[in-house]
């Protein structure tokens, strides 16, 4: 197998390309979306989504992980039939058990999360049946993963999302579903990329409904589960707690803000993960230790500069594509973005507890970050509002990649250069708070200025993986002889 830096950086590369044009369609019709919804119809929408997420973690059960996991082994002892089986059976079972609980106590749940009678029960019914599509669909989309059918997992992606947006645009926009328009189109995505990928897969394998890998099967994933479940608080405690002390319109401007940092994951940290997933365990049998250093440190330079793209122009974004009331999110998106970025280091530090199979120390790392992250937001949301609820996550994912480090260096060497990630991230830090100079200086300053700053933060990032000025030239200049 080829794990050379190139290979995997392709791989990379075409997760990318496909998750970016995937989510790119998503959020491409956000600002026609804000022209039929207002912020209270978004706020709902965003508190319908994390009911589901909720209910989603729970019934993934973290198979898909799990399958991956013990795919090499099923596949040299020619028992992969019964790996899909036995994945397919827990998969299926556990994703129609929360489901069906969740739809079976629809209202007392949704009575206790929006405030007012008029609860979206029609919506709440719609984002359930896109979750359980999601879940089903898991399975395929790891198994075309492992078996890197990178194209074919990027074109499904892609075909859904566009299926979605389409449908969704056109439900808003001529038959004003409003809320349930954007819902339905996810739901008829979801029956095409499920429908779609178990053809492909059982066209080169066979169910025989074996159940003899269920035991390792829940042995490696359910220590795991409990992780996703404090990542969920971690990310959306905030949501619930300005709901009770602001209000939907500020739920709905926060939520938008938390979509522009969340595109660093769209761009950088998706894209990486579903390679690294698949190659990590590769390279440590391989024992390419120094690959696995820097393949990861180049990842949080491109995963860095990303984040602070996304901080400094989120705001000519804002200002052109999005209605005045929306304003607001400007001042949200930088600590919220660099927030993320920091999290997305995580998973070139955790690999100690995967490789030793001490995956609950995934729930021990994340449990504790998001106990952090809502004590931090009960004290700060109160004060400061949708400010403090983004410091509040800054802070939180901070915590969580330190914990995790600190906790993962006692079992495996194999990590980020964590020195000059930690130098990157100061930087990164300090460059972002350039993107509060909007006041003071007019805008073509400003503009020269964020360019001049990226610029910069981009020499220093390439200066941390050893490479100079004179090696990019000589790279675009092979490349150009290359091309003719």
């Known amino acids: 197998m080829d794990l050379s830096i190139r290979t995997l950086t ?28 207002n912020p209270e119809q978004f706020g709902s929408l965003d508190i319908l989504y994390l ?59 949704l009575r206790l999360m929006f405030a007012t009678q008029d609860i ?21 989309l790891a198994y075309l993963r492992i078996n890197h059918r990178a194209r074919i997992v990027g074109t499904l992606g892609l075909a859904r999302s566009i299926v979605a947006a389409a449908v969704g645009l056109f439900c808003v926009s001529v038959l004003h579903l409003g809320v349930e328009g954007i819902l339905t189109g996810a739901v008829i995505g979801g029956v095409a990329t499920a429908g779609t990928g178990y053809l492909l897969m059982l066209r080169n394998e066979r169910i025989t409904f074996d159940t003899r890998y269920t035991w390792p099967l829940y042995r490696y994933a359910l220590p795991m589960l409990p992780a996703p479940l404090f990542m969920y608080l971690l990310n959306y405690a905030d949501r619930f707690l300005l709901v009770k002390y602001s209000s939907l319109a500020v739920v709905g401007i926060y939520g938008m803000a938390y979509k522009f940092a969340m595109l660093a994951n769209l761009a950088v940290m998706g894209p990486f993960g579903e390679m690294w997933g698949a190659n990590q365990f590769n390279l440590y049998q391989a024992e390419r230790k120094e690959t696995y250093r820097k393949i990861a440190l180049l990842y949080v330079s491109v995963l860095y500069l990303a ?40 998973p070139t530090l955790d690999f100690g507890c995967l490789v030793r199979n001490k995956t609950w120390l995934r729930s021990l790392t ?63 830090m300090l460059f972002a708070c350039l993107s509060y100079a909007s006041p003071y200086v007019p805008y073509g300053m400003f503009l020269s200025l964020r360019i001049l700053a990226l610029t910069l933060f981009a020499w220093l990032t390439l200066r941390m993986n050893g490479i100079g000025l004179r090696d990019v030239l000589q790279y675009f200049h092979r490349q150009s002889v290359a091309h003719g």
């Open 307 to 346: 984040a602070l793209c996304i901080t400094y122009f989120s705001y000519d974004i804002t200002l052109v594509a999005f209605e005045k009331s929306y304003h607001g999110l400007m001042e949200l998106v930088a600590p919220l973005t660099v927030g993320v970025a920091i999290w997305g280091i995580v």
């Open 51 to 109: 009911i589901v997420w909720f209910v989603g973690i729970v019934g993934g059960s973290k198979l898909d992980a799990a399958f991956i996991r013990y795919h090499a082994n099923a596949q040299s002892s020619n028992t992969l039939g019964s790996l899909l089986s036995s994945s397919l059976i827990g998969l299926a079972s556990f994703a129609t058990v929360f489901c069906g609980a969740a739809a079976l106590s629809a209202r007392p749940i």
């Open 120 to 140: 979206p029960i029609s919506g709440f019914y719609l984002a359930l049946s896109a979750t359980w599509l999601e879940l089903v669909a898991s399975l395929p």
């Open 366 to 428: 994340t449990g504790i970050a998001a106990l952090i992250n809502i004590v931090l937001n009960f004290v700060l949301i109160r004060r400061f509002g949708a400010a403090g609820a983004a410091l509040a996550t800054l802070l939180s994912f901070i915590a969580l990649t330190t914990i995790t480090y600190a906790l993962n260096r006692l079992l495996t060497d194999y990590c980020v250069d964590v020195r000059k990630a930690a130098v990157m991230s100061a930087g990164l």
């Open 10 to 37: 392709r791989q990379t590369s075409i997760y990318g390309l496909f998750q970016i044009l995937q989510r790119g369609v998503g959020f491409a019709v956000i600002p026609f979306y804000t022209h039929f919804l």
